[in-house]
């Protein structure tokens, strides 16, 4: 009896440890997977900056202050630089100078003179976004002892770019693009406030649709319908649509949405609809089991007080069960902000610069844009993409704690 005890002790004990390790190794790729991602993408919060003494001369932009949002200050850049560097003189070089700094520079000095008229034919010290070039040579650590052919940024460049170091004329700082911005071809300007929005506009269409609908359906089969073959087929149906792959529902959205309905590609309506459709069943599932774990009792106190049963629903089960019809819907809105196939089935993989003003302009959501950004050529984007999936799983965190808020306080012991 003994030797079995110990057996069966020794086979416990194993058996816990195997729990252990499998928690551990969970424990330990997510660990990885987040210090990949960070460490890859933290550099995409931060840009170049190159200080540059320059003067912008009234007579070449003209004495009409309302147009100078479009003026051309791109002389006057080429001109600090060469004042910076003046033993540049061949074409060629010269061509290479005015690529350490960014065609987004020019922007940024007509925000300045627009904010301050006085800088208009004065000499002034503005920091100005550095070239993609630039970027990559400092934070790679580029130097001269590797082969030129191996990289992108000449040995000339090389050579501004250490003296410009030397006088302090460099810093890596904050890119207020990022958040600003919609996506460039350049990766140095390129932001991911476009697809910010963009998401919130599907999924403030997502839940218009998916929430009333959801709720409402699963209220009728829980309270009012009765049990027959078509209402077990229903449950059937729904039970097995929380289970299909979510390309699917791209293809339904570009048939009946799209083609059908004839809503504008690539709109934020149509992948909020489309994701709605997705996220139906988890919503109708969820808010059957939070209102299936009502006590009875509830519904029978209100009935023997003379309720009706739309005000047994609407006046007792239905408040007590918000706590898990709130936390089901948050959890599939989260699902919905993470899928890509619905959306690039439905066109939202278009190249978008401006950001959307409404759910009928052509936009881009964030897992999408973090899709295009991974299948771009220049190596900057890389850490732009990680820059993105760091802040969607940060506002996917936020959901998920909003919905374990929700959850608590809401939450009735039986």
């Known amino acids: 009896m003994n030797k079995l005890m110990n057996k069966r002790k020794k086979a416990e004990i194993r058996f816990k440890r195997y729990g252990q390790i499998a928690i551990l190794l969970a424990l330990s790729a997510l660990v990885f997977l987040l210090f990949t991602i960070i460490s890859k993408g933290w550099h995409g919060f931060l840009h170049m900056e190159i200080r540059l003494e320059m003067t912008v001369q009234g007579q070449g932009i003209g004495e009409d202050k309302t147009k100078w949002r479009h003026a051309d200050v791109a002389p006057f850049i080429k001109q600090a630089l060469l004042a910076k560097f003046p033993e540049v003189s061949d074409k060629n070089e010269v061509r290479e100078l005015v690529g350490l700094v960014s065609s987004g520079a020019i922007e940024t000095v007509r925000k300045a003179m627009i904010a301050n008229p006085l800088l208009v034919n004065n000499k002034t010290s503005l920091w100005l976004p550095a070239s993609d070039l630039v970027d990559r040579a400092i934070k790679d650590n580029i130097t001269s002892a590797t082969p030129e052919q191996n990289r992108r940024i000449t040995n000339k460049q090389l050579e501004w770019l250490g003296k410009l170091q030397q006088e302090g004329a460099i810093k890596l700082t904050w890119n207020p693009y990022f958040f600003t911005r919609g996506d460039s071809r350049e990766p140095e300007l390129a932001g991911f406030m476009g697809s910010i929005v963009g998401s919130l506009f599907t999924i403030g269409c ?24 078509i209402t077990e087929l229903i449950e059937l149906n729904i039970n097995n649509l929380a289970a299909v792959p979510s390309v699917v529902y791209g293809l339904l959205g570009l048939s009946v949405y799209l083609n059908l309905f004839g809503v504008p590609r690539s709109a934020p309506l149509a992948g909020g609809l489309t994701l709605a459709l997705m ?32 005000q047994v629903v609407s006046h007792h089960t239905l408040p007590l069960a918000i706590p898990g019809i709130m936390t089901g819907t948050i959890l599939g ?58 802040t969607l799983l940060c506002i996917l965190a936020l959901i998920n704690s909003a919905a374990m808020i929700i959850r608590k306080k809401f939450e009735h012991k039986w």
């Open 206 to 229: 997502c839940i218009f649709f998916a929430f009333p609908v959801g709720v409402m359906a699963a209220i009728y089969l829980e309270e009012f319908s009765k049990k027959s073959k």
């Open 333 to 390: 809105i989260a699902r919905a902000m993470g899928e890509t196939a619905p959306l690039l089935i439905i066109g939202m993989v278009a190249f978008i610069v401006d950001i959307p003003h409404s759910p009928l302009d052509a936009s881009t959501a964030m897992p999408v844009q973090t899709y295009l950004w991974a299948t771009s050529p220049q190596e900057s984007f890389i850490e732009k993409t990680n820059a993105g999936i760091m």
């Open 279 to 310: 996220i139906l069943p988890t919503i109708i599932i969820a808010t059957r089991a939070s209102l299936r774990a009502i006590p009875d009792s509830i519904r029978d106190a209100a009935r023997g007080l003379g309720a009706s049963p739309l």
